[in-house]
Nanobody, 115 residues
Framework: QVRLVESGGGLVQPGGSLRISCAIS????????MGWYRQAPGKQRELVAT???????NYADSVKGRFTISRDNAENTVYLQMNSLKPEDTAVYHC?????????WGQGTQVTVSS
């Protein structure tokens, strides 16, 4: 059974930092491309960042220079380091795993940026 479990979300003040994690089990993690997506209330889910199995990264323009995606193949975990957080970063952040036609999603972790 494939499981993607996000953790590390919470409430943070504007300008603050947060690192969220996604622990993956039930698949060969190293061959999957991984991503973080987010969905704010009343909005569509949007891409935040992706990292390929070869460690190539891609970021949404809105988070470039502030967020960093990374992966640890030994721990089957993908991370998203978020710095200089803004209220507009408030959303549920979902982990995504893709390999060919296989695709899996986590349940998400809430990130709230507010003073």
């Amino acid at each position: 059974q494939v499981r993607l479990v996000e953790s590390g979300g919470g409430l943070v003040q504007p300008g603050g930092s947060l690192r969220i994690s996604c622990a993956i089990s039930g698949l060969i993690f190293s061959i999957y491309d991984m991503g973080w997506y987010r969905q704010a209330p009343g909005k569509q889910r949007e891409l935040v960042a992706t990292i390929t199995r070869g460690d190539s990264t891609n970021y949404a323009d809105s988070v470039k220079g502030r967020f960093t995606i990374s992966r640890d193949n030994a721990e089957n975990t993908v991370y998203l380091q978020m710095n200089s957080l803004k209220p507009e970063d408030t959303a549920v952040y979902h982990c995504n795993a893709k390999f060919l036609r296989a695709e899996y999603w986590g349940q998400g972790t809430q990130v709230t940026v507010s003073s």
